[in-house]
């Protein structure tokens, strides 16, 4: 199943269950993708979660099988950087419990959605079809905006990796140096990538240099807290030789 969010309609199974169930969404009507669909929660709950007699005949006893009558408690892994109407989306890892079964032994079959041609599809269409498929163009040249779905498309986009690409140093005239002087004053470049807000510590060990910062000597050559205000920082130091430090 492609990673995309769960909606009404969709088919689940149970391990006790003989038969497939559709996922009903009554617990909001305000978080709707793919043409209108209702997105399934994690506080999609309780005894209206499927329609008609959900999963069959219950064989949790298997001595003595009964009509299944499905009591959602809670729902597991559901998409934790989205809320809709306070609970996480549904993906096809969520897993469900059931007060007549046991823990997570509700799963997701297909996600309801029905497919949404993309920017691929209304270009590998036939010429004269792209205005069938996408009326607003102007011509056969099909632009990413003319056809950006966003959140409508219901599809979960791969979130950008925070990471720190590069850190070095450099001397006053924008130099990358290797090795820097006692006495002298230098910068410490961080270059980042989606990072942005975020704050990170930098360990600036040394076995015979120390630093200071802002005229204050570092504690085990370590900076705190320094918060990433773009892609690229400096940081402003002076080297110390350790004897001085012991000297004041």
Known sequence: MEKEFIVEKAL????FGTAPAMLEVANQKKGKINGGKRTATTLTLGSNVFTGCGFGTCNKNPSSPV??????TRWSEGFSKLSVCGGAPLIPSS????????PDCISIIQS???PIPGTPQLRQAA???QADLDPLSSSSALNEHQIDFDFEDGRIEDEPIPQVVDAYFENENGEIIDRAAKEQTVYYVVKTQNMQGEKID????????E????????TNNLLTDVLIVSDTIKIKLKIISKQKRECR
Do not use: N
């Open 112 to 114: 309801g959605q029905i």
């Open 202 to 209: 930098i360990d600036l060990s040394d076995s015979s240099l």
């Open 127 to 129: 010429k004269q079809h």
């Open 67 to 72: 009509p299944c009558k499905a009591v959602v």
């Open 95 to 102: 897993k469900g419990s059931c007060a007549m079964g046991t």
């Open 211 to 218: 630093f200071e910062h802002q005229s204050r000597v570092l």
């Open 12 to 15: 689940c199974r149970c391990s």
